[in-house]
């Protein structure tokens, strides 16, 4: 009988290779096909009415004039809604055979306004509302007075948003009793939710999801909901109209209304003994993520969970912009960049090499001697020894130019959610894989074809596996907090398993022993003892003759956990090389290393691209993202590609990653890898311009004019 | 975007009888990658669109002994590979280069990038020229980070975007207008540019049915050199941006001219650092001594101070690298 078990690293003929995404050539070729490819006979475009004004009452809105324009099919407007609390707010929509008959239309909706005061600043602590949430642990205030050293600093980290290079949006076709939904959704399954079936007047189990590939979601695209709690419009418009409906954002809304990560902003004191170790820390935030929720600073210290003296106070400010949705390891970026600012400037008083300090104070996380090598292993990357000095040191260099490294290290759960998965095998030896999961780029169509493949001993290529749809396909969570690669590898390794014991209970009488004896491997089922005694993978199957095995496999998350199929919590170091032009301001990147566990490694190949993307990412918002808004207009005023800034090719310098393998790590299951990595570029980049300049520049992104401002106030510039 | 009629001459005198006398009413599309999300974002919606796409005069780069002719319709990329160019005016070719996007300077064109509208966010979100909510300028107690330091002081406060502006009127050029009835005018590169003073007013001297049709620009054999702080190698505007252009004979520097961009809202001309460095030899004192006198008069907004500091050192960094370019 096959084993559920991971095969030991000397038996594994796919899983932990490196091995190119199967998908990759139709996204080079374009051929494959996005939300905004998918074009419906007899389809409709739709364009929404949005908020000119940052707070409003909506007290009348008049859509004759849009609807009499030749071609507009359908108009509808939101008669819930009472007040706009942010520009961008959808208001209304229309439906027309062009897209620039909709753009002419919505120009003709007029809404009546009145105008009420706006707050759209995050950066002051006294605009905040409500109790703040507050987290406490020993005695702080008493730690920090006997302290060898108390260092205080206010640091910040802005209001970013997702960035998605596709729009949010989707194709809907309401016909009769059915909706069919072409959606960019990192939740296949979850996606025909109740609100939706309601939009489009059908049954929720007649909505069936199509999104084969999705560009971009990052946290932002569980639901069909444009922005935070906006209504099914494209749905609504297709039951109106009997016709397909595409409704995609431009890219203004993209930025300013589709979701965004909360700011964070902190005064904070750090208490240390003169070893370095850490013994207190006091911290109050406060933070923005629109109307809705803001950053939670209950898991500062991060991630240093035994600090013994500890008091974090978390204040919220309700501002009226656009609403924050889960961003990559929702609050751990944010929680990070405070936390290592704090900790590396209470290294640089006590004139510690940063380094020393970690490796000092990894006793402090949960996981000490995990954070301890791989922080070995990032200097040796880095060549930390040769290159590394003490802020302020005139080894930083002789010019305006000066060189400094950073460090941050960082955790995150990952463990694999709810998954099944039907596996089928014919009598022609085809194999087809089902999963109500979905790709957002990161490879879960390869994986499940290695896990199945490597199930049955065959190559990728023998494996066909279908996603991106709902049911028929067996339910599989949405993509959010690094759980796709546990969830979908155990319920295929379910699946496959299953499938293969079947098959092999038939082919045992033919060759002769018990099914037990036999194994699937390099395409043929053999015996264990004797490998030459064999049936090709195609006869064995020719045995099922008309019959199919259909089996399918269940991920539970708590028992996969226990049978170490699966596990959660990891860390992950990352050191950045960054170069300072005193003279300018401006940071340029050199290098940066990232060293991180995630378990038993799937795909090395893609789990190293997911670490080179998050690096390239965290880049992006450590060196330029915000989202600016102008207090007084309450727009976001760089809702465009031009000054909400990410990074190029060449910004991103040398990026470095080793994930960790061998036994230790391999043993305790697959962890997801999404997140993790996403977490510490900020915070390293940030000590890295600090080491290099001698100065903290407190808020991120590190921008020239953020850099010249602290210099000068440092006295250097 | 509005719909527009859109009109393809072949010759300047049909181009320029399709343009209304009126700012707004047309407008010349020449590479279109500053027109067409002007007319994307609605700043501009004209009745009509006229190519210059289809005008062969305006095309080419002529050289002779004293001078090289650049045609408006010449792209940014032939600007920077032209043999004449490269062996006389180093300046234009950074600037060129800097733009960081291959796409844009193989499609945006000279004149283009001369006549491009400001990337003043206030006006690309429909507040105007002037940036304007009522009688106010949103622009002193609004996020001015990317705006003026010098010049400020009238209702314009954004910055100049064009990066060949600055490098031209360093180096003396003067540029070439033809309007209806084949009238044509020459205008010193100096003199192209201006700040509006009122919403329904543009950024150069142009009249509404005028077109630049070519630039002179003269080889007197000025060192010359651009330097431009900018954060991103990929397409990106430059914070602060130095053109200098000077005679340095004998070691000791003549005919000094010192030009800023993205610090006004026309590339402004720092008589105070040419004169910082008329008569010096180039070196790192003089250098920085003329980068210090640039910074004289600026008046920074409430968000944009660390502007006086890239000032101080692009044109110290310009100046070296003109002499470094022998
Ligand atoms: C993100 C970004 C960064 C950029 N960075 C830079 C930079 O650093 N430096 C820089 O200089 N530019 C930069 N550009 C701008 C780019 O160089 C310009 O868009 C381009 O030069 C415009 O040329 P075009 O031929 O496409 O002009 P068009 O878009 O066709 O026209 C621009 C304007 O000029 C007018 N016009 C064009 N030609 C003529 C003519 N012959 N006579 C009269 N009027 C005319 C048009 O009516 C229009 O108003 C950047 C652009 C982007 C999007």
New interface residues.
Partial sequence: MAKVDWPAADKRSLIGKHISRTDGPVKATGAAKYSYDINRPGMLWAKVVTSPHAHAEVVSIDTTAAAAIPGVEAVWHDETLKEVVYVGHIVAAVAARTE?IA??AIRQVKVQYKVLPHQVVDNNPSLAAGNPAERKAGNVEEALSKADVVVSGEYGIPVITHCCLEAHGEVNEVKGDEMLVWPSTQAVSGYGNQNLAQGGGVAQNKIRVDCQHMGGGFGSKFNFELAPGAKPIAAILSKKTGKPVKLMLDRDLELAIAGNRPSAFAKIKVGASKDGTVTAFDAETWSTGGQGGAFNSGIMPYPLTKVPNVRIIGKRIITNRGGQRAWRAPNHPQACLLTMSALADTAAQLKMDELEFFLHNAALTDRPEVYREELRIAADMLGYKAKAHLRGDPKAGAG?VKRGIGIAIHTWGGLGHNSECDVTISGDGSVEAKIGTQDLGVGTRTCIAQVVGETLGLSLDGVKVEIGKNSPYPPSNGSGGSTTIGGISVSSRKAATDALNALLAVVAPKMGVAADALEAAEGKIRQIEKPHVAMSWNEACALLGKEQITKRGVNVPAESRTAKLIDANVGGVQMADVSVDI?????TLNEMVAVQDCGLIVNMKLCESQVYGALIMGVAYG??EEC??????G?M??A?M??Y?L?????VGKLKVHLMTGPAYESRGIIGIGEPPAISPGAALSNAVANACGVRVPNLPL???RV??AL?KGGI? | ???FEYATPSTLDEATAQLASSWGETEVLAGGTDLVTALKQEITSPKRVVSLKNISALKGIKASANSVNVGAMTTLAELAADKAIKEHFPSLVTAVHNI?SQQIISVGTVGGDLCQRP?C??F??G?GILAK?GDAS?VP???N??HAIFGNDGPAKFVSASSLGPALIALGASIKVAGPKRKTRTVPAGEFFRAPKADNERETVLLPNEIVTDIQIPIRGLKNATYE?????????P?VAAAVAFQNKGGTVSDVRVVLGHVAPAPWASSGAAKALDGAKVDDVSAAKAGQAATQGAKPLS????KV??V???VKRAILAAAGAA
């Fill in positions: 620039e753009q002419e305006p003279e300018t301001g401006v940071v060196l330029y600016i808004y102008d207090a007084k207009t727009r005023v760089n465009d031009e000054f800034r990074a190029g090719l060449k910004d921008t020239p004019d010249i401002a000068q510039a | 975007m509005k719909a960081g990337r966010w206030y690309r979100n507040y909510q949103l107690d609004g996020d980070r990317y702080v900018r954060h991103r190698f990929g397409l990106d505007w914070y968000g944009n101070g660390y500091q890239m101080r050192t692009a």
